[in-house]
């Protein structure tokens, strides 16, 4: 029972979070100011996170506190806020891949195909290719970390915040296709999964490892 209102919770807070990015837009149509916009995005999500982790001390004094700057520094707040869920949204799957690199494990690619394909052994071929497929993926999360700071020294002003603002889930779901696309080119005699099914084995395996 306990389990099970957790559960609840969690959902409900991770809903609450995810609706905090559309929250700004809401209250911006309604004719709220930047400092409302700021605030609105800091009260959701720290009502998002507070479910989510169950800290009802931490997280409404964070919120409490983020809302007097919100009001005072609307822009500077939402910029950070962005860097933040930026960071820690690479950083959470870079260090599943690079954990799982590790000598004596398994590449986090290859366990997620076997995971989709029953579970057997991969075949050589299938192996090779997703080991190097995760070694791909934590260079390329690596060097999107980078790209803040890089845009931020050697960039047009403002350019820094272009990642931040989406362009890079565009990034990811061109490059989720295109990696099947060769994926059924270099490996034959093989029944691919393409990329929305693989997406459903990762929500899977992160939900039990919750």
């Not at 149509?29 to 409302?36: L, P, Q, S, T």
């Not at 860097?83 to 599943?96: D, H």
Request: positive net charge; hydrophobic residues 55%.
């Amino acid at each position: 029972m306990v389990a099970a209102r957790l559960k609840y919770m969690r959902s409900a807070g991770g809903l609450i979070f995810l609706f905090s990015f559309l929250l700004p837009y809401f209250v911006k149509i309604a004719g709220g100011d930047k400092g409302y916009v700021a605030v609105a995005l800091v009260l959701c999500q720290g009502v998002g996170l507070a479910l989510i982790t169950g800290r009802w001390v931490i997280w409404p004094v964070v919120t409490v506190l983020l809302v007097f700057l919100a009001l005072m520094f609307p822009d500077p707040v939402r910029n950070a806020d962005a860097l933040v869920i930026y960071c820690v949204g690479l950083i959470l799957p870079l260090r599943l891949f690079i954990s799982s690199l590790a000598p004596g494990r398994e590449p986090l690619v290859s366990a997620l195909a076997r995971q989709a394909h029953g579970g057997g052994v991969l075949r050589d071929d299938i192996a090779r290719y997703t080991s190097l497929q995760t070694w791909f993926w934590v260079v390329f999360l690596f060097l999107l970390l980078l790209l803040p700071p890089v845009l931020f020294l050697v960039g047009p002003p403002g350019s820094w915040l272009w990642p931040l603002k989406g362009s890079v889930l565009g990034v990811l779901a061109v490059l989720l296709v295109a990696e099947y696309g060769v994926r059924r080119l270099v490996i034959r005699n093989f029944d691919h999964m393409p990329p929305w099914a693989m997406v459903h084995v990762w929500k899977t395996r992160s939900s039990g490892r919750t």
